[in-house]
């Protein structure tokens, strides 16, 4: 791999990091989840900025099954860090208090948990979109793949997947995404290794989806193309 593409890995490694980090809200400090965010964002737009590319060329050539999910899910990304960052700004209490922002916070909180969560999932779904691209960039540094191991890997998936959905349903996410609660609720009891066993799991839920979702609409893809 080339020194490019390394730091590119490891920008989107420290967003998948900070993203964890950020939905435990509570659990690492008020004051500490504004400076995440704050690392996020910067992260987010360094992201785009090493994918320029793309983004230059998102109104040229045509727009097969695969790119318009794709493009899709960048755009709703895009929408949901914007709309954290500014909600963010106005509750913010360590970060930008010098703002001195009076009023909108009840809005302000409404907001930032619908961009934080719809987030989460969305761009768990953007990694799962790009995961056989990433699996084929560390070929070189994994050895030959045998039928024996891919099948375990593949179970594995599974396994997460379906552990993923439990943890969807017991954390509550749904209620959260649809606004069927106003406030997350957050156990200060629980050991924080189980709550980031159980948002890894929803997160590799989402990642599975989006890995066999990219997969289907490409043979769509593939398919009208021999049919053309």
């Known amino acids: 791999m080339t020194s490019k593409t390394v730091f590119k890995m490891t920008i989107d490694c420290c967003l998948t990091i900070l993203l964890l980090l950020l939905v435990a809200f509570e659990l690492v400090g008020r004051q500490s989840h504004e400076w995440i965010g704050m690392g996020m964002f910067l992260l987010f737009v360094l992201h785009h900025i090493m994918n320029w590319r793309w983004s230059k060329n998102l109104f040229r050539g045509?727009?097969?099954p695969y790119r318009i999910l794709q493009t899709l899910l960048v755009a709703l990304i895009f929408c949901s860090m914007i709309g954290s960052m500014a909600s963010g700004i106005v509750l913010s209490r360590y970060v930008f208090d010098f703002l001195e922002i009076d009023g909108g916070r009840s809005i302000a909180r409404t907001v930032h948990m619908l961009?934080?969560?719809?987030?989460?999932?969305?761009?768990?779904?953007h990694l799962g979109l790009h995961w056989g691209v990433m699996i084929k960039r560390m070929g070189p540094l994994i050895s030959k793949p045998s039928p024996g191991r891919t099948a375990i890997l593949r179970i594995a998936s599974v396994m997460i997947a379906a552990y993923g959905l439990y943890a969807f349903v017991k954390r509550g996410i749904g209620t959260y995404l649809f606004l069927q609660t106003e406030f997350v609720f957050f156990d200060f009891e629980e050991p924080?290794?189980?709550?980031?066993?159980?948002?890894?799991a929803v997160m590799g839920l989402f990642v599975f989806l989006g890995h066999y979702l990219a997969k289907g609409c490409k043979k769509l893809q593939s398919f009208k193309g021999e049919r053309s």
């Open 62 to 64: 045509t727009y097969p």
């Open 115 to 125: 961009c934080a969560y719809w987030g989460f999932v969305l761009m768990s779904f």
């Open 192 to 200: 924080l290794f189980f709550f980031f066993v159980d948002y890894l």
